[in-house]
């Protein structure tokens, strides 16, 4: 029988739902305790340098490439491309997935095609462009449009597709117009899925600029990548992926920027 004077043990919180602490020491620490494990194994010539060169190798060929001014040169090229190609195609994306969300007859007509279309590999049709706008800027430009459209279309006609119907129904009792809907109820509701397109259309066009570069292109992080594994300098080479991890970083915080920007609302 418990004993009525005992004191009382308050229970531990237990609804936590799995939610994650973040912890940034364990992050850096990580990351530290990898790049001092692959130094190691460079200084101790476990691995052939040719094979993996280490973290300092990749670091003074870095700094050989910003000293001569070449570091600057490849990846300003390669953010012209990225930019105009994501631009172009985001604009499209947008306005073809709000379409598809919003109008029936465009829905009919579009979704098919894009599921036909989306999971062509965009640098195969490279070629075909280059045939169309020569191997010039347009050709690699529309290559990175093309790659970006397709996940925009789908994460605007899902984010539309998100949106609570009763807000519209409302906004419509109320005879509000069309466009006051669209603008006022529809894009903010669903601009979080089409911001979270944009994470994926960011990744695809790094990929694809980077696939572009490497036909018939002189200047760009993925002709110096190029050239680099042609000549065996894997040093070289992994110091153009790192410049492609870092660019992608800052295209990631850049979008977390916009993220808070444009949804501080919530």
């Given at each position: ?24 020491w ?75 969300g ?25 070629p075909?462009?280059?045939l ?12 990175i ?11 605007t ?10 807000l ?21 509701g ?34 110096f990548?190029?050239t680099a ?38």
């Amino acid at each position: 029988m418990a004993d009525k004077d005992a004191p009382i043990r308050p229970l531990p919180f237990r609804g936590g739902g799995f939610q994650h602490v973040p912890r940034a020491w364990a992050a850096v620490l990580g990351l530290a305790l990898l790049i001092a494990i692959w130094q190691l194994a460079g200084q101790l010539r476990w691995v052939s340098p040719i094979f993996l060169p280490s973290p300092e190798a990749i670091l003074r060929a870095l700094y050989g490439l910003l000293e001569s001014g070449a570091l600057a040169g490849h990846v300003i090229a390669s953010l012209k491309r990225i930019l105009g190609g994501f631009a172009l195609g985001a604009a499209v994306g947008v306005a073809v997935g709000l379409a598809i969300g919003l109008v029936s007859l465009a829905r009919s007509v579009g979704m098919p095609i894009v599921s036909a279309l989306f999971p062509i590999p965009k640098i195969a049709v490279l070629p075909l462009f280059i045939l169309w706008f020569g191997i010039g800027e347009p050709s690699k430009i529309a290559t990175i449009a093309l790659g970006v459209f397709f996940p925009t279309v789908i994460a605007t006609a899902s984010g539309v597709d998100a949106v609570p119907r009763n807000l519209i129904r409302m906004a419509q009792s109320f005879n509000l117009p069309a466009h006051a809907i669209v603008l006022k109820i529809v894009l903010p509701g669903a601009l979080p899925g089409i911001l979270a397109g944009f994470r994926i259309s960011a990744s695809i066009a790094l990929i694809l600029v980077v696939a572009a570069e490497m036909i018939g292109a002189e200047k760009g992080i993925g002709a110096f990548v190029l050239t680099a594994g042609n000549l065996m300098q894997t040093d070289q080479l992994l110091a153009g992926v790192t410049l492609l991890s870092v660019l992608g970083l800052i295209v990631g915080a850049g979008l977390t920027r916009l993220e808070r920007w444009l949804l501080a609302w919530r």
